[in-house]
């Protein structure tokens, strides 16, 4: 089986801008989770969707947003992006189990000018 | 609210040696405990889950362990190797929301 996807797996973007990242989960998962990883924060839950819908979410603004289609594959928007929204961004797959593992993909590291 | 910390931040070993990862939690109502290695600038790739009502879990050279009562879990690793040098993180997973918090991880140097 295929691992998850991400594209692109880099990103240089400016302040102010929006961005668009996406991920392919494994083939039959229907769970899709995003994750922001930082320095200084670590790993912080962004959100999950199952079956296109926002299941969870994680604490983060509203410039973060996402979406899933009926073939599981999810999208992440970023609007009015900020110098602190520079991070890897990684999403897991899973299938939608409670206490399933997660398959996390490569990430996309994003750089925010 | 979930927080699971992991000491010390790094830790360098000779080749050989056995080591032992430590990870805490505060709140025991977990479903599951994984523990993922991560290398520089990539994914992460998952290593071991042990369920809420399992004690320890094995994967060729990789033992962990989970006491919830304790919040505690730990990741021991066998005959240490080079290859072996990288970041790894626990996160707990919480039913409550569906989401793993996530450790700082533990960035492992194995010297030959």
């Known amino acids: 089986k295929a691992g998850v996807t991400q594209t692109p797996r880099y990103l240089i973007k400016t302040r102010g801008q929006q961005v668009t990242l996406s991920c392919s989960p494994i083939?039959?998962?229907?769970?899709v989770s995003w994750y922001q990883q930082t320095p200084g924060q670590g790993l912080q839950f962004l959100f999950e969707?199952?079956?296109?819908?926002?299941?969870n979410k994680g604490n983060f603004p509203g410039r973060f947003s996402g979406r899933q289609f009926s073939n599981s594959r999810s999208e992440m928007n970023v609007s009015t992006l900020e110098l602190g929204d520079s991070a890897l961004y990684l999403c897991?797959?899973?299938?939608?189990?409670?206490?399933?593992?997660?398959?996390f993909g490569p990430g996309t590291r994003l750089l925010v000018l | 609210k979930q927080e699971v910390t992991q000491i010390p931040a790094a830790l360098s070993v000779p080749e050989g040696e056995n080591l032992v990862l430590n990870c805490s939690f505060t709140?025991?109502?977990?479903?599951?405990l994984q523990w993922f290695r991560q290398d520089p600038g990539k994914g992460l790739t998952s290593l071991l889950l042990?369920?809420?009502?399992?004690r320890e879990q094995t994967s060729g050279r990789l033992n962990a362990s989970l006491d919830k009562s304790s919040g505690r879990s730990t990741l021991y690793i066998a005959a240490s190797q080079p290859g072996d040098s990288a970041t790894y993180l626990c996160?707990?997973?919480?039913?409550?929301?569906?989401?793993?918090?996530f450790g700082k991880g533990i960035t492992l140097s194995v010297r030959p």
């Open positions: 042990i369920q809420s009502s399992q």
């Open positions: 083939s039959g998962h229907r769970s």
């Open positions: 709140d025991s109502a977990i479903y599951n």
């Open positions: 897991a797959s899973s299938s939608g189990s409670v206490g399933e593992t997660q398959y």
């Open positions: 996160a707990a997973y919480t039913g409550a929301n569906s989401k793993l918090t």
């Open positions: 969707y199952f079956s296109e819908t926002q299941r």
